[in-house]
C-alpha cells in the first residue's frame, strides 16, 4: 500500500472502527463524541488526500482521489458533523441512540466510498451501504410517521436501485468494463436509455420530478433529525453518481445529455417552487424547497455534457457552491423544525414558529440567514452557488439559466414566508431548543456566511 | 488610484457603527444616533474629499480591490456621478438618521398602543445603517455583480424597517416590496450573466475605465441582454407600468425610511441604467432611447396625474417620486452629455427635495396624531412656520426652482431632451416640448397645489391646538436645504465635471 | 471685483440680512430692506450714467458654470442699464411706501425676505449677460411673487379678490391669497417651460447662452431648416407671454391683488410683469438679425420671423382690448388697476412688435421701453394711491367710496395725474408713449391690432374716469368714521411718481432722442437691409386718438361725476346688457373656461386613470390578476398533478394492477407499495416520450 492508499484506509477505519464499537456504549454522550470524532478524523484524512495527491490511484483503480469529489465528500462530512453535533439533546424518544449514530457512521462510509469510486463494483457497494443505513436513519425514531416514511423510502429506494444497476448493467455492456471509462462503441439510444435509467434511480434519492412522491412524504412527516441529516447526504450522494455517469456518457450523448438533464431540471424546479407556495406546514415547504433545489443542482448536472460554451470550472465550483448552501441550510433548517416538533408528535405548522425570534434571537436570525441562503441571497452561499451554476450554462443554454433564475425569484414568495413566520407572524409559540441544537444551527449559519467569501479567497 | 482607501472607508465606517450600535446592550437611543448619524456624516465627507481630491479628474479607485476569478474586479470607483449618487446617501441617511430619533420615538409608542410586537433601536440603527452603508456601495460598483450584491443588501434591512415599524398592513406590503424589487433584481441579473459570461462582469476596468461597447459583442444576444438589464433597473427605479410596488412600499414605510427609499434607492437604477446599460451597450441603448424617451414622458405625467389625485400626503409623495424618475430616465434617454448629467444631477436633487418632503410629511404625522389625509389639512403654516418653510424648500427642488440646485437638473435634462427630439424630427420636437409642458405644469400644479392644501387657507377648526414641532425634528433637516442651495451656488464643480466625464462617454460636448 | 454688481447683490444679502434680523424689530427690519434697495439704485444710476454719457457698455462676469457657458455678473448696455434704473428706483420708492404700508401687519419678515429677494432676481433678471442666468433671476421673481401674492395666506375675506360667493357657468369668481399664489405660480410656469425649451435649443443652435452668441442670429437657418423655426419662437416667447400676463395668460395677473398693495404695486404694475416685455426688447433686435441672416439663406425664412411678430402685435392688441373692456365694468379699486395693467401689457407687447417690424430692432426697443418706462411710473402711483385709499376706507371695492377728495386731496392729486397719463392726454407721459404705439401699428398696416388699439385707447379713458371719479368724486358711501391721507411714507412715494408722468411728460419731447441713442448702445442693434413691414404713411391717427380718448373721459366724467347715474342699476334691466355686463365682469369666461377644462379635465383625467388604470388595470393585474393565476397554477398542480395525477397513479393505476393482480393471486402474494407503481409508471412514460422524441427504432 502506497500513501494514499494509507491515509485512505485509515480514513475508512476512522469511519468503521467507531460502528462496530459504538452500540456497546451504554452513555449516548459517548457515542455522540465519538461519533464526532470518528467523522473528524475522517475529514482530515480526506483533507489530507484532496490536497497532497490530487488524481491519485487508489487499490490500483478501484478507486481515485478526485478533487470535485473530495471536495463534495468534506462539504458531506463537515455538515454531517453539525448535524451529529445538534442531535444530543433532541433525541428523546430514540429508542436506541447510540445505534443512531453508529448508523449514521455507516451512511458516512457510503458517502465515503460513493466520492473515490473508479469503478461499478465499488460505486455500488457502498451505494448500498448509504441506503440501507439512510433508511435506517428513517426509521430509528420508530413513532408513527417515522416508520411509514421509513417504510416508503426504503421501498422506492431499493427500486431505484434496481434502476442504477440495471443502468450499470449497460454501461458494462457498452464500455466491457467494470471502471467507469468512456463506452467505446457507443449506442445513442442505448446511452440515452441509461441516462434516463441514471436520472430515474438517482432522481429517486435526490427528488427529482416526476420520481420525487417519497420525499415530500418522508421529508414533511418523519421526525425532523434524521432528515436533518439524510437530506444533504442523499443529495451529495445522488450527485457523486451523476458526476461519475457523466464521465462515461456525457461526451458521446453531448447536446442530449444538456437536453435531457435540463428538461428534468425545469420541470423539477418548477415543480417544486410552485408547489411549496402555498404549504402550510413547516417541514413540507422545507421537502418541496428540496426538491426545487434538486433542480437547480441539476442545471448544473445539465452543464457536466461536453458541448461548447460551457465554463468546466464554473460548473465544478457552482455545485459544490449550492452543496455548501444546500447541506447547511437544509441541516440548520430542520433542526429548527425540531424545535417547534416534539418527538413522535405530528409535523408542526410554519406558524409555529411565531415567537421564534423573540424567545431565541440568534436561533431565528440563524434560521432567517439559511433560508435568506437558499433564496440565493448575496453574499451568502447560496447566492454564489447559483450564480456559479447559472453563470456556467448561461453561454450555452441562456433560456436553462433565465428558467432557473425566474424560478429563484418565484422560491422569493415561499422563503420570505418562512421569514414572516419567524420574525412577523402574530402569537407564540413554544419551543424546545436545547443548546446542542442551537449551536448546530448557528454553526450551519456560519458556515453559510462564511462561505460568502469564498469566491474572494478561492478560485474555481 | 487614491492613496488611501477612502472608498472602503466610506462604506466600512457606517459599517463599523452598525455593528458597535448591535452589541452595545446598553446605550441609549440618543448616543445610537449620535453614533450612526455621525458615522454617516463621517462617510459624506469622506466622499466628498475622495471626489474633490481624484473624482473631479476622472474615474479614480480605490486601492484595495479584488479580483475573483470567472466574475472579474470588485473595486470601489469615484467620479463625478458617483460623487452626486453616493453624497446624496450619504448626507440624507445622516440627517435622517438624527431625524429618526424623535420620529422613531414616537412611532414605538404608537406601536406599543397597537400591541405590536418590534424590536427596539438597536435593531432599527443597525439595519437603518446596513441599508444606507449598502445604498453607498451599489453607485461606487465596478462590476455588475458587485453591484447586484449591494442591491440586494439593500433589500434585506429595508425590508425589515418596513415589516418591523411600517403603518397599515405593514408585513403585507414588506413582502410586496420585498418580491417585487427582488423580480427586478432578478432580471437585471438574467441580463448580466448573459453579458458576463461572454464579455465578464466588469463595466469598468482599472486600466481603460469605462468598457465602453463591450456588451456589444454578444451580437444579437445584446439587444435582449440589454433589455432585460433596462426592465429590471426599470422595476427599481419604478417606472410607468412597473411603478405599482413604489406608493404602497414608500407610503406605508415608517416615514424615515420613505425619505430613503422614495428618493435614494430607487434613484439608482437611474444612476446605474447610464453606468452599466449604456456603457456596455451604447449602440443598443441608443436603438431603446426613442421607446424609453416616450416611456419616460408618460412617467412624468402619468405620476404627475397620480399625484394630483392623491389625498394621503405620503402616498402623493410616493407618486411624486415615479415622476421624478420620469425626469431621470427622459435624461438617460436623451443620448446627450447634458441630459445625462442632468438625470445624475436629478439624484441629488431629488435626494435632498424628496426626503426633507418625506420628513415634513413626517413631522406632521407624529405631531398632528397621524394626520396624514391632505383634506382635513390647511392653514398649518401659521402654526408651523418652520415646517411650511422645509416643505416649500422641498417642492422648490424637485420643481426646480431657483435658487435650489433643482434648477440645473431641470434644465440640463431639458437641454438633452430638446437635443434628441431636435435631431429627430419637427414633430417629435413640437411633440416632447407638450409633453413636457404637461409634465412640468403638473409638477408645479401637484407641488403647490400641496402647499395650499397643507399649509395654507383658513386653519382648520381640528388643528387648532397644532404647534411648531420640537426643533429635533425640524432642526436637521435645515441641513439638507442648506446643501440644496449650496449645491445651486457652487453648480460649477458639480456640472462641470458631469457634462465633461460623460461628455467622454458619449461624445457631443 | 466689479461694485456695480451690487446692483443685484445688494438686495439679495438684505435678504440674508432680514432673515439674521427676524427677531429684530420692523424698524431695523425695514430700514436694512430700503437700504440695500438704495443702494441698488446708487449703483444702477452711476452705471447708467456711465453708458448714457460715455456711450460704453459694461460688463463685467465670472465664470460660474462654464459648460453651459454661464456667466454670473453685471451688464449695463442700453437697454439694460435704462431698465435697471427704471426697476430700482421704482422698488426703492415702494418699499419707502411698504415701511408705513406694512407696519402693523402679519409676517413682516417674510415680507421683507421675498421683497428684496424679489428685486434682487428682478435686478439680476435684467442685467445678465446670458439666458440662463437670466432665467434664474426670472424663476426668483415668479418665487417671491407666489410667496408675495400669498402673503396673507390665513385667507380671511377681506383679502380675497371678486365677489364672495358670485359664480360664472358654475365656477367660482372670487379667490383667496393662497390660490392666487397657486394660480400665478401655475401659470408662469407653464410658460417658463416654454422658455426653457427655447433656451434650450439656442443652446444648442448657437452653442452657448450668452446673448452675445445669439445677438447675431446665426442660430436662425439651423431650425429654419429643420422645420421647428415657429414652433421654437413661440415657445421661446411663451414665458414672456406668461410672465407679461398676454392673453390666453392674463388670468393669473388679475387674482394677484390679493397680495398687499405695494406688492401689486411692485410686482405686478412696475417690474415683474414687465420681465417678458423686457425680455421680447432684448430679443427685438436678435429677431431683426435672424430674418437678416434667414434672408439668403433659407426661403421664407425672414417670412417666418414677421409672420411670428406679426402674431405678438396681434396678441397685444387683443390683451388690450380684452382687458380694457373687463376693467370698465370692475368694482374692486385694485382689479380695475389690474385689469388695466393687463391692457398696457398688451400695448408694450403691440408696441414691440409692431416697432419691430416697421422700425427694425431699435424701433421695438424704443416703441416698447418707452410705454414701459411711462406704465411703470404711472401705475405705480396708481396702485400706491389705491392702497392708501384702501386702506382708508377699509374696503376694495368703489361702491364703498366717493368723495374722497376732501379727504385725502394728496392721494386724488396723485392718482388723477398717473389717471391722465395713462388716459394718453397730453402733456403726460403716457400721452407720447401711447400714441406711438398706435401709430406704428397703422404705419405696419396691422390692421387689426391697430384699430384694436385705437378703440382701447378710448375705453381706456373711460374706464379710468370711472374710477377716479367714482372713488374721489360723487356721493359719500364710505363706512368709516374719517377716512384719512395717510403718512409722508406712504404718500410721498405716489406723489413724487404721479408729479414724474407729468414732469417727463411735459420734458419727453427732450428727452426721448437721449433714450433713443441711448438704446442704440444694446446689444445687437445694427442698422441691418430687411423688410418686415411696410412703411405706410398713417395720417389722422394721433389726433382722432385723442379727441376719442378725450371724448371717452369726458363722457365718463360727466355721467359719474356731474349726472351721477347708476349704469349699472340701469343697464340690468335689459337683457342683453345685463348678460354683456356679466360676460365682461366675469373676465369673458375665460377663468370658468380655464377651470372647466384644464383643472376639471385634469381632475378627472387623473380620476379617471386612478380609477382604471392604475387601479384597476395595474394593481390588479399585478397584486390580483398574476397572484390569481398563480394560484390557480399552484391549485393546478396541487389538484391535478399531486390530486388528480396522485389519484390516477396511485390509485386508478394501482388499482388496475391490483385487479391484475388478483387476477394472478395464484401466483403473486403480498401487496407492493403504491409508489412502486408510480415509479414504473414514471418511467415508462418518460422512455415512452423518449421513444416519441428520438424514434423507436432500435
Known amino acids: 500500500m502506497n500513501t494514499p492508499e494509507t491515509i485512505f484506509a485509515a480514513a475508512i477505519a476512522a469511519l468503521g472502527a467507531p460502528i462496530l464499537l459504538i452500540p456497546f456504549a451504554k452513555d449516548k454522550r459517548k457515542a455522540w463524541l465519538a461519533a464526532q470524532a470518528a467523522i473528524i478524523a475522517a475529514g482530515a484524512a480526506v483533507a489530507a488526500l484532496a490536497t497532497q495527491w490530487p488524481g491519485a490511484p487508489l487499490f490500483g483503480g478501484e478507486g481515485e482521489v478526485d478533487i470535485l469529489s473530495m471536495a463534495i465528500l468534506l462539504i458531506g462530512l463537515l455538515d454531517t458533523l453539525l448535524a451529529v453535533h445538534g442531535t444530543l439533546d433532541s433525541m428523546k424518544g430514540f429508542p436506541d441512540p447510540p445505534g443512531f449514530y453508529a448508523v449514521t457512521l455507516l451512511a458516512a462510509l457510503g458517502i465515503l466510498g460513493l466520492s473515490v469510486s473508479n469503478t461499478m463494483i465499488l460505486f455500488m457497494t457502498s451505494w448500498i451501504l448509504f441506503s440501507v443505513a439512510s433508511f435506517a436513519l428513517v426509521a430509528l425514531p420508530k413513532d408513527k410517521y417515522s416508520v411509514t416514511s421509513a417504510v416508503k423510502y426504503a421501498i422506492m429506494g431499493s427500486a431505484s436501485s434496481t434502476l442504477l444497476f440495471l443502468s450499470f448493467g449497460i454501461m458494462l455492456f457498452l464500455s466491457g468494463s467494470l471502471h467507469f471509462v468512456q463506452a467505446r462503441f457507443a449506442s445513442y439510444k442505448l446511452l440515452s436509455t441509461v441516462l434516463l435509467f441514471l436520472l430515474a434511480a438517482v432522481g429517486f434519492k435526490m427528488g427529482v420530478f416526476p420520481f420525487h412522491a417519497w420525499l415530500p412524504d418522508t421529508y414533511g412527516e418523519a421526525d425532523p433529525i434524521p432528515i436533518a441529516l439524510i437530506s444533504s447526504m442523499a443529495k451529495i450522494a445522488g450527485i457523486l453518481a451523476l458526476y461519475r455517469a457523466a464521465k462515461i456518457i456525457a461526451g458521446p450523448l453531448g447536446w442530449d445529455w444538456l437536453l435531457i438533464v435540463a428538461a428534468f431540471s425545469i420541470a423539477t424546479m418548477f415543480y417544486g417552487n410552485i408547489t411549496a407556495l402555498l404549504q402550510g406546514e413547516l417541514q413540507r415547504l422545507l421537502a418541496y424547497s428540496s426538491i426545487a433545489q434538486a433542480g437547480y443542482l441539476l442545471v448544473g448536472i445539465a452543464g457536466l455534457s461536453l458541448v461548447p460554451g460551457i465554463n468546466k470550472d464554473w460548473v465544478y465550483y457552482g455545485i459544490a457552491f449550492q452543496l455548501i448552501a444546500y447541506?447547511?441550510?437544509?441541516?440548520?433548517?430542520?433542526?429548527?423544525?425540531?424545535?417547534?416538533?416534539?418527538?413522535?408528535e405530528a409535523p408542526a405548522k410554519l406558524e409555529a414558529l411565531a415567537g421564534l425570534y423573540q424567545e431565541h434571537p440568534v436561533l431565528a436570525a440563524s434560521f432567517a440567514t439559511l433560508i435568506l441562503s437558499l433564496m440565493g441571497m448575496p453574499p451568502l452561499a447560496?447566492?454564489?452557488?447559483?450564480?456559479?451554476?447559472?453563470?456556467?450554462?448561461?453561454?450555452?443554454?441562456?433560456?436553462?439559466?433565465?428558467?432557473?433564475?425566474?424560478?429563484?425569484?418565484?422560491?422569493?414568495?415561499?422563503?420570505?414566508?418562512?421569514?414572516?413566520?419567524?420574525?412577523?407572524?402574530?402569537?407564540?409559540?413554544?419551543?424546545?431548543?436545547?443548546?446542542?441544537?442551537?449551536?448546530?444551527?448557528?454553526?450551519?449559519?456560519?458556515?453559510?456566511?462564511?462561505?460568502?467569501?469564498?469566491?474572494?479567497?478561492?478560485?474555481? | 488610484m487614491m492613496n488611501l482607501p477612502l472608498l472602503w472607508a466610506s462604506i466600512l465606517v457606517p459599517l463599523a457603527a452598525a455593528l458597535a450600535t448591535l452589541a452595545a446592550k446598553k446605550a441609549s437611543a440618543k448616543s445610537l444616533a449620535t453614533l450612526n448619524a455621525a458615522s454617516l456624516a463621517a462617510s459624506a465627507v469622506l466622499i466628498l474629499y475622495a471626489y474633490l481630491a481624484y473624482g473631479m479628474r476622472g474615474l479614480a479607485f480605490d486601492p484595495i480591490y479584488f479580483r475573483v476569478d470567472g466574475i472579474g474586479l470588485f473595486a470601489l470607483t469615484m467620479d463625478s456621478m458617483v460623487f452626486a449618487a453616493s453624497f446624496?446617501?450619504?448626507?440624507?441617511?445622516?440627517?435622517?438618521?438624527?431625524?429618526?430619533?424623535?420620529?422613531?420615538?414616537?412611532?414605538?409608542?404608537?406601536?406599543?398602543?397597537?400591541?405590536?410586537?418590534?424590536?427596539?433601536?438597536?435593531?432599527?440603527?443597525?439595519?437603518?445603517?446596513?441599508?444606507?452603508?449598502?445604498?453607498?456601495?451599489?453607485?461606487?460598483?465596478?462590476?455588475?455583480?458587485?453591484?447586484?450584491?449591494f442591491l440586494e443588501l439593500t433589500l434585506i434591512p429595508s425590508f425589515l424597517l418596513i415589516a418591523f415599524y411600517g403603518y397599515g398592513d405593514r408585513v403585507k406590503i414588506a413582502i410586496l416590496y420585498l418580491i417585487w424589487t427582488h423580480i427586478g433584481a432578478l432580471l437585471f441579473l438574467i441580463g448580466a450573466l448573459a453579458v458576463g459570461s461572454a464579455v465578464g462582469f466588469d463595466f469598468i476596468s482599472l486600466n481603460t475605465g469605462f468598457l465602453v461597447g463591450l456588451g456589444e459583442k454578444l451580437g444579437p444576444l445584446a439587444a435582449t441582454a440589454a433589455a432585460l438589464l433596462v426592465i429590471g433597473l426599470a422595476v427599481k427605479m419604478a417606472v410607468l407600468g412597473l411603478h405599482i410596488w413604489l406608493p404602497y412600499a414608500h407610503a406605508e414605510a415608517p416615514t424615515p425610511i420613505s425619505a430613503l427609499l422614495s428618493p435614494n434607492l430607487i434613484g439608482i437604477g437611474g444612476v446605474m441604467m447610464y453606468r452599466i446599460v449604456y456603457v456596455l451597450f451604447p449602440h443598443t441603448f441608443a436603438g431603446f432611447s426613442q421607446a424609453l424617451y416616450v416611456w419616460a414622458l408618460a412617467t412624468m405625467?402619468?405620476?404627475?396625474?397620480?399625484?394630483?389625485?392623491?389625498?394621503?400626503?405620503?402616498?402623493?409623495?410616493?407618486?411624486?417620486?415615479?415622476?421624478?424618475?420620469?425626469?431621470?430616465?427622459?435624461?438617460?434617454?436623451?443620448?446627450?452629455?447634458?441630459?445625462?448629467?442632468?438625470?445624475?444631477?436629478?439624484?441629488?436633487?431629488?435626494?435632498?427635495?424628496?426626503?426633507?418632503?418625506?420628513?415634513?410629511?413626517?413631522?406632521?404625522?407624529?405631531?398632528?396624531?397621524?394626520?396624514?389625509?391632505?383634506?382635513?389639512?390647511?392653514?398649518?403654516?401659521?402654526?408651523?412656520?418652520?415646517?411650511?418653510?422645509?416643505?416649500?424648500?422641498?417642492?422648490m427642488h424637485i420643481t426646480g426652482i431657483p435658487p435650489t440646485v433643482g434648477i440645473w437638473s431641470e434644465y440640463l435634462i431639458i437641454r438633452g431632451a430638446v437635443e434628441k427630439a431636435l435631431a429627430t424630427s419637427p414633430a417629435w420636437y413640437m411633440g416632447a416640448t407638450l409633453a413636457l409642458l404637461a409634465g412640468i405644469g403638473l409638477s408645479t400644479a401637484y407641488a403647490f397645489l400641496t402647499m395650499k392644501r397643507v399649509f395654507y387657507g383658513p386653519l382648520r377648526e381640528s388643528l387648532r391646538e397644532a404647534r411648531e414641532a420640537p426643533a429635533s425634528?425640524?432642526?436637521?433637516?435645515?441641513?439638507?436645504?442648506?446643501?440644496?442651495?449650496?449645491?445651486?451656488?457652487?453648480?460649477?464643480?458639480?456640472?462641470?465635471?458631469?457634462?465633461s466625464q460623460i461628455g467622454a462617454v458619449v461624445g457631443g460636448v | 471685483m466689479e461694485p456695480l454688481i451690487l446692483a443685484w447683490l445688494a438686495p439679495?444679502?438684505?435678504?440674508?440680512?432680514?432673515?439674521?434680523?427676524?427677531?429684530?424689530?420692523?424698524?431695523?427690519?425695514?430700514?436694512?430692506?430700503?437700504?440695500?434697495?438704495?443702494?441698488?439704485?446708487?449703483?444702477?444710476?452711476?452705471?447708467?450714467?456711465?453708458?448714457?454719457?460715455?456711450?460704453?457698455?459694461?460688463?463685467?462676469?465670472?465664470?460660474?458654470?462654464?459648460?453651459?457657458?454661464?456667466?454670473?455678473?453685471?451688464?449695463?448696455?442700453?437697454?439694460?442699464?435704462?431698465?435697471?434704473?427704471?426697476?430700482?428706483?421704482?422698488?426703492?420708492l415702494i418699499a419707502v411706501y411698504s415701511y408705513e404700508y406694512m407696519e402693523h401687519e402679519e409676517g413682516q419678515t417674510r415680507y421683507w425676505i421675498f421683497f428684496t429677494f424679489f428685486v434682487g432676481s428682478m435686478m439680476l433678471l435684467v442685467l445678465s449677460d446670458n439666458l440662463l442666468t437670466m432665467f434664474i433671476g426670472w424663476e426668483g421673481t415668479g418665487l417671491a411673487s407666489y410667496s408675495l401674492i400669498g402673503h396673507w395666506f390665513s385667507d380671511e375675506e377681506e383679502h380675497w379678490v371678486g365677489d364672495p360667493g358670485r359664480k360664472a357657468l358654475g365656477k367660482q369668481m372670487w379667490f383667496e391669497p393662497s390660490h392666487s399664489g397657486l394660480r400665478a405660480l401655475v401659470f408662469t410656469r407653464l410658460g417658463d417651460v416654454g422658455l426653457i425649451v427655447g433656451i434650450a435649443t439656442l443652446h444648442i443652435a448657437a452653442g452657448s447662452t450668452m446673448f452675445a452668441?445669439?445677438?447675431?442670429?446665426?442660430?436662425?437657418?439651423?431650425?429654419?431648416?429643420?422645420?421647428?423655426?415657429?414652433?421654437?419662437?413661440?415657445?421661446?416667447?411663451?414665458?414672456?407671454?406668461?410672465?407679461?400676463?398676454?392673453?390666453?395668460?392674463?388670468?393669473?395677473?388679475?387674482?394677484?391683488?390679493?397680495?398687499?398693495?405695494?406688492?401689486?404695486?411692485?410686482?405686478?404694475?412696475?417690474?415683474?410683469?414687465?420681465?417678458?416685455?423686457?425680455?421680447?426688447?432684448?430679443?427685438?433686435?436678435?429677431?431683426?438679425?435672424?430674418?437678416?441672416?434667414?434672408?439668403?439663406?433659407?426661403?421664407?425664412?425672414?417670412?417666418?420671423?414677421?409672420?411670428?411678430?406679426?402674431?405678438?402685435?396681434?396678441?397685444?392688441?387683443?390683451?388690450?382690448?380684452?382687458?380694457?373692456?373687463?376693467?370698465?365694468?370692475?368694482?374692486?379699486?385694485?382689479?380695475?388697476?389690474?385689469?388695466?395693467?393687463?391692457?398696457?401689457?398688451?400695448?408694450?407687447?403691440?408696441?414691440?412688435?409692431?416697432?419691430?417690424?416697421?422700425?427694425?430692432?431699435?424701433?421695438?426697443?424704443?416703441?416698447?421701453?418707452?410705454?414701459?418706462?411711462?406704465?411703470?411710473?404711472?401705475?405705480?402711483?396708481?396702485?400706491?394711491?389705491?392702497?392708501?385709499?384702501?386702506?382708508?376706507?377699509?374696503?376694495?371695492?368703489?361702491?364703498?367710496?366717493?368723495?374722497?377728495?376732501?379727504?385725502?386731496?394728496?392721494?386724488?392729486?396723485?392718482?388723477?395725474?398717473?389717471?391722465?397719463?395713462?388716459?394718453?392726454?397730453?402733456?403726460?407721459?403716457?400721452?407720447?408713449?401711447?400714441?406711438?404705439?398706435?401709430?406704428?401699428?397703422?404705419?405696419?398696416?396691422?390692421?387689426?391690432?391697430?384699430?384694436?388699439?385705437?378703440?382701447?385707447?378710448?375705453?381706456?379713458?373711460?374706464?379710468?374716469?370711472?374710477?377716479?371719479?367714482?372713488?374721489?368724486?360723487?356721493?359719500?358711501?364710505?363706512?368709516?368714521?374719517?377716512?384719512?391721507?395717510?403718512?409722508?411714507?406712504?404718500?410721498?412715494?405716489?406723489?413724487?411718481?404721479?408729479?414724474?408722468?407729468?414732469?417727463?411728460?411735459?420734458?419727453?419731447?427732450?428727452?426721448?432722442?437721449?433714450?433713443?441713442?441711448t438704446l442704440k448702445h444694446s446689444m445687437g442693434v445694427a442698422a441691418l437691409e430687411v423688410t418686415l413691414a411696410p412703411h405706410l404713411e398713417a395720417p389722422l391717427v394721433p389726433e382722432s386718438t385723442l379727441l376719442l380718448a378725450l371724448t371717452a373721459l369726458l363722457a365718463t366724467i360727466y355721467i359719474y361725476g356731474v349726472k351721477r347715474a347708476d349704469l349699472y342699476a340701469a343697464a340690468v334691466k335689459s337683457r342683453a346688457w345685463a348678460a354683456l355686463h356679466a360676460f365682461l365682469y366675469d373676465r369673458w369666461y375665460v377663468n370658468s373656461i380655464y377651470y372647466w377644462v384644464f383643472v376639471d379635465g385634469t381632475k378627472a383625467l387623473a380620476t379617471l386613470l386612478k380609477k382604471y388604470f392604475d387601479q384597476l388595470v395595474i394593481d390588479n393585474f399585478y397584486h390580483k390578476a398574476l397572484p390569481a393565476a398563480t394560484l390557480w397554477a399552484v391549485n393546478f398542480t396541487a389538484n391535478v398533478l399531486e390530486k388528480d395525477w396522485d389519484a390516477l397513479l396511485h390509485k386508478h393505476l394501482v388499482d388496475a394492477f391490483k385487479k391484475a393482480w388478483r387476477a394472478f393471486r395464484s401466483l403473486q402474494t403480498g401487496q407492493l407499495s403504491d409508489y412502486i407503481a408510480y415509479m414504473w409508471i414514471g418511467i415508462s412514460l418518460v422512455v415512452l416520450l423518449l421513444c416519441l422524441v428520438m424514434g423507436c427504432k432500435p
Open chain 2, 301 to 395: 405625467i402619468y405620476g404627475g396625474l397620480m399625484a394630483l389625485s392623491q389625498t394621503d400626503f405620503k402616498r402623493l409623495l410616493a407618486y411624486s417620486s415615479v415622476s421624478q424618475m420620469g425626469y431621470m430616465l427622459l435624461g438617460l434617454a436623451s443620448l446627450s452629455a447634458f441630459g445625462i448629467a442632468g438625470a445624475m444631477l436629478h439624484y441629488m436633487v431629488h435626494a435632498f427635495g424628496k426626503a426633507l418632503l418625506f420628513a415634513v410629511a413626517g413631522i406632521l404625522i407624529a405631531n398632528l396624531h397621524g394626520l396624514r389625509d391632505i383634506t382635513k389639512m390647511g392653514g398649518l403654516a401659521s402654526k408651523m412656520p418652520y415646517t411650511a418653510a422645509l416643505a416649500l424648500l422641498g417642492f
Open chain 1, 327 to 344: 447541506a447547511f441550510a437544509k441541516t440548520g433548517t430542520f433542526l429548527t423544525a425540531r424545535t417547534v416538533r416534539a418527538a413522535g
Open chain 3, 213 to 517: 452668441a445669439i445677438a447675431g442670429g446665426k442660430w436662425a437657418p439651423l431650425l429654419a431648416r429643420s422645420g421647428v423655426l415657429l414652433f421654437f419662437l413661440w415657445m421661446l416667447f411663451l414665458g414672456a407671454m406668461a410672465k407679461s400676463a398676454q392673453f390666453p395668460f392674463h388670468e393669473w395677473l388679475v387674482t394677484a391683488m390679493t397680495g398687499p398693495t405695494s406688492v401689486s404695486a411692485l410686482i405686478h404694475a412696475a417690474t415683474m410683469v414687465k420681465a417678458g416685455v423686457y425680455f421680447f426688447l432684448r430679443f427685438a433686435p436678435f429677431l431683426v438679425a435672424a430674418a437678416y441672416v434667414l434672408q439668403g439663406a433659407v426661403p421664407g425664412g425672414a417670412h417666418t420671423v414677421a409672420a411670428f411678430l406679426q402674431w405678438m402685435a396681434l396678441i397685444g392688441g387683443f390683451t388690450a382690448f380684452m382687458l380694457a373692456t373687463m376693467a370698465l365694468v370692475s368694482r374692486e379699486l385694485k382689479l380695475i388697476l389690474a385689469f388695466s395693467t393687463a391692457s398696457q401689457l398688451g400695448y408694450m407687447f403691440l408696441g414691440a412688435a409692431a416697432g419691430t417690424l416697421v422700425e427694425g430692432g431699435l424701433g421695438g426697443m424704443y416703441t416698447g421701453f418707452a410705454h414701459l418706462a411711462s406704465h411703470a411710473i404711472f401705475k405705480a402711483t396708481l396702485f400706491l394711491a389705491a392702497g392708501a385709499v384702501i386702506h382708508a376706507v377699509h374696503s376694495r371695492f368703489i361702491d364703498d367710496m366717493g368723495g374722497l377728495w376732501e379727504k385725502m386731496k394728496i392721494t386724488a392729486t396723485s392718482f388723477i395725474l398717473a389717471s391722465l397719463s395713462l388716459a394718453g392726454l397730453p402733456p403726460f407721459m403716457g400721452y407720447w408713449t401711447k400714441d406711438e404705439i398706435i401709430h406704428i401699428s397703422f404705419q405696419g398696416a396691422l390692421w387689426v391690432p391697430a384699430i384694436l388699439s385705437w378703440v382701447t385707447a378710448g375705453l381706456t379713458a373711460a374706464y379710468i374716469a370711472r374710477a377716479f371719479t367714482r372713488v374721489f368724486f360723487g356721493d359719500k358711501h364710505w363706512h368709516v368714521k374719517e377716512p384719512h391721507e395717510p403718512g409722508p411714507y406712504m404718500w410721498a412715494p405716489y406723489l413724487t411718481l404721479g408729479s414724474l408722468s407729468l414732469l417727463l411728460g411735459i420734458a419727453w419731447p427732450l428727452i426721448a432722442p437721449t433714450v433713443e441713442e
Open chain 3, 12 to 92: 439679495y444679502l438684505g435678504t440674508l440680512l432680514v432673515m439674521l434680523l427676524k427677531d429684530r424689530g420692523w424698524k431695523a427690519k425695514s430700514a436694512v430692506a430700503i437700504l440695500s434697495i438704495l443702494t441698488a439704485a446708487l449703483a444702477a444710476t452711476a452705471a447708467a450714467w456711465r453708458v448714457v454719457e460715455a456711450g460704453e457698455t459694461i460688463r463685467w462676469a465670472v465664470e460660474w458654470v462654464p459648460s453651459l457657458s454661464v456667466d454670473i455678473g453685471v451688464y449695463f448696455d442700453g437697454l439694460s442699464s435704462l431698465m435697471a434704473l427704471v426697476v430700482s428706483w421704482l422698488s426703492f
Open chain 2, 473 to 499: 425634528y425640524w432642526a436637521p433637516l435645515i441641513v439638507l436645504a442648506a446643501l440644496g442651495i449650496t449645491a445651486f451656488i457652487l453648480a460649477s464643480p458639480l456640472i462641470d465635471p458631469l457634462v
Open chain 1, 382 to 460: 447560496g447566492f454564489w452557488g447559483k450564480l456559479y451554476l447559472f453563470l456556467s450554462v448561461v453561454a450555452a443554454a441562456p433560456w436553462l439559466t433565465a428558467i432557473a433564475l425566474i424560478n429563484a425569484g418565484i422560491a422569493a414568495a415561499y422563503y420570505a414566508r418562512a421569514i414572516k413566520a419567524v420574525y412577523f407572524a402574530q402569537g407564540k409559540g413554544s419551543f424546545t431548543a436545547p443548546p446542542s441544537l442551537k449551536r448546530a444551527v448557528i454553526a450551519c449559519a456560519a458556515a453559510t456566511l462564511a462561505a460568502g467569501a469564498i469566491p474572494f479567497l478561492l478560485a474555481p
Open chain 2, 88 to 149: 446624496s446617501i450619504a448626507a440624507v441617511t445622516s440627517v435622517i438618521a438624527v431625524y429618526s430619533l424623535p420620529y422613531m420615538r414616537h412611532r414605538f409608542e404608537e406601536l406599543k398602543e397597537e400591541g405590536a410586537e418590534f424590536p427596539g433601536w438597536r435593531s432599527y440603527y443597525f439595519l437603518y445603517t446596513l441599508f444606507a452603508l449598502s445604498m453607498i456601495g451599489t453607485v461606487m460598483s465596478t462590476n455588475t455583480i458587485e453591484f447586484y450584491l
